[in-house]
């Protein structure tokens, strides 16, 4: 016998929407507020705390990097998170559509998450 397909309400939808939105308004808006922060210690400074050619790439060069205030390493975390918000983003939607019992989404979702993570290490790797 099939199983009933759990019906989501416009006001359960309408929530999620809602939260989907603010993890993308708060993530835009860290970034963007971190990096207007590496800006201004780069202008006060007038120096990236690097020598010329060299930046962090890593997270844990961007992390020192950031310990040490350094202009260029908070810069490149404000886009990291930037970068990082449309992945948190279909964390989230993962997370809402498993609540809301909708298996379906659930598994859409995931194949997005896995297309990103595939595109990341593609991306690390230089290929």
Do not use: C
């Not at 404000?78 to 909708?102: K, N």
Request: charged residues 15%; without cysteine; aromatic residues 8%.
């Amino acid at each position: 016998m099939a199983e009933k397909q759990p019906t989501i309400t416009k006001k359960e939808m309408d929530n999620v929407e809602d939260i989907i939105g603010r993890v993308m308004q708060v993530g835009v808006i860290l970034s963007a507020a971190v990096i207007v922060i590496g800006l201004l210690m780069l202008f006060v400074s007038g120096k990236s705390g690097y020598p010329a050619g060299v930046h962090p790439t890593t997270f844990t060069a961007i992390g020192r990097g950031v310990a040490a205030l350094k202009p260029y390493a908070v810069i490149m975390l404000g886009l990291f998170l930037l970068i990082l918000t449309p992945a948190l983003r279909v964390i989230v939607s993962i997370y809402a559509f498993w609540e809301m019992h909708d298996q379906m989404y659930v598994w859409i979702t995931s194949l997005v998450m896995v297309i990103l993570i595939i595109a990341m290490v593609i991306g690390r790797a230089g290929i």
